[in-house]
């Protein structure tokens, strides 16, 4: 397929002096893109985690399609719409039980910038001056001022130091050493910080590190003990990717702020949600209008994705999708333990339909040149995988099948064999 090089376009994290061109799609349907010139690739990683059941998925097409011909866009203060209150009675009931109140959004960024406005919101109406945040070390939550600032620091967001504000860094709960994690939180939570905010069980752009649930389930009774509000990102990991509907649900653990996105639509339409205990409903609910939540989308609670958002909630009550979760995991494993033994690879893992491994190379780290090799690589050979610098990933639908998914193994195991130290 031919690039694209002659476009006005500036790309998301993109280095156009490197990649100059893009491919253009003019078709999608289930785990396939396909090119003007007819051109395809299998997409292995679900177009950056968000389409679940496959591009194009008839049901939520269909939903899309008629709610177009009722309602486009409207005000979403003073106003409402059916496809809005019937999602969130709906996610109030799927969700684990406690989250009781939808706060809409558009992106996974925006509504975790929500999360913590919230939190901070929170104290400061109970009266309390708490207002630092907790975050994972290596964490990655978004890319607005104030995702960024709870994020890892890094060259992606070192030109916008000046307006990050400071967090508290707990160390990544790596196997052997998840006592130290759980110790550096408790010291931090006796300077009664607003909120801890993490990404349950793996952190995806940090480089896909998983950790227990065991581990989850402390943090969240260390924060309980201390009165610190916990916030779950699950924008990526929502919606089956790590086997369960919700990656909280593993560890038996209750947010009391919770963030999902990517997957809400089946990844059709931009959509999100925040969602809270009541208390922090309530800790806004006054009759001084200061004391209201102030955020706000032109797009909030869109009919038209909420209506997709419906669709997708159907889908998955037909238990077909955790059929295909349980079976693409299987199918995952079968092909990863392959690696195992491959002296070629390091930290071969898996969580759920997500699987990773870490070529062994001299140059590493994310701004290395082998991340950009790798993809090229992979997008000859029609593959849609996007490495985290040395960390080769893959991140399918629930739709793609076993003769698919050797496609993407056996172009990993020739990659290894052209760039990966013997």
């Known amino acids: 397929m031919s690039l694209v090089t002659q476009s006005p376009v500036w790309r998301p994290f993109t280095q156009h002096a490197l990649q100059p061109g893009a491919f253009k799609i003019a078709r999608a349907e289930g785990a396939w893109l396909e090119g003007e010139d007819g051109a395809r690739f299998l997409d292995a990683i679900s177009s950056w985690w968000v389409i679940t059941h496959g591009h194009r998925h008839p049901m939520i097409?269909?939903?899309?399609?008629?709610?177009?011909?009722?309602?486009?866009?409207?005000?979403?203060?003073?106003?409402?719409?059916?496809?809005?209150?019937?999602?969130?009675?709906?996610?109030?009931?799927l969700t684990p039980e406690g989250l009781d109140y939808v706060f809409y959004s558009d992106s996974g960024s925006v509504c975790v910038e929500v999360a913590i406005k919230m939190a901070l919101g929170f104290w400061r109406n109970r009266g309390e001056a708490r207002a630092r945040i907790l975050a994972l070390e290596h964490g990655y939550h978004g890319d607005t001022v104030g995702t960024m600032s709870a994020g890892a620091r890094s060259p992606f967001n070192a030109p916008y130091e000046p307006l990050l504000y400071d967090v508290t860094r707990i160390p990544f709960p790596a196997a052997g050493r998840e006592q130290e994690t759980l110790d550096a939180l408790e010291r931090a939570c006796r300077e009664k910080p607003a909120a801890l905010l993490v990404e349950p069980l793996i952190l995806g752009a940090g480089g896909m590190l998983i950790y227990g649930g065991r581990t989850l389930a402390e943090m969240k009774r260390i924060c309980e003990a201390h009165g610190v509000l916990f916030i779950a990102d699950e924008v990526m990991t929502g919606f089956g990717r790590t086997g369960t509907l919700f990656a909280c649900e593993q560890a038996g653990v209750v947010p009391d702020i919770a963030c999902y996105a990517k997957g809400l639509t089946g990844g059709a339409l931009p959509l999100a949600v925040t969602m809270c205990r009541r208390e922090i409903f309530e800790a806004h609910l006054s009759p001084e209008r200061a004391r209201a939540f102030f955020h706000s989308s032109s797009y909030t609670a869109n009919p038209i994705a909420c209506a997709a958002a419906l669709a997708n909630l159907d889908i998955w009550a037909t238990g077909e999708p955790q059929a295909r979760v349980e079976k693409l995991c299987d199918m995952q494993e079968m092909r990863l333990a392959h690696f195992a033994g491959d002296k070629r690879f390091s930290n071969v893992r898996r969580l759920g339909v997500i699987t990773a491994l870490d070529l062994t190379v001299a140059d590493k780290g994310y701004l290395s040149t082998i991340g950009l090799d790798l993809m090229r690589f992979f997008n000859a050979r029609g593959l849609l995988l996007r490495p985290l610098g040395e960390t080769i990933y893959v991140f399918p639908p629930y739709c793609v099948e076993e003769a698919e998914l050797d496609l993407v193994y056996e172009a990993i195991d020739e990659a290894a064999a052209r760039f990966g130290k013997p």
């Open 61 to 93: 097409t269909q939903a899309i399609r008629e709610e177009t011909e009722k309602l486009d866009q409207i005000i979403f203060a003073g106003f409402t719409h059916e496809p809005a209150e019937a999602l969130a009675r709906r996610l109030v009931a």
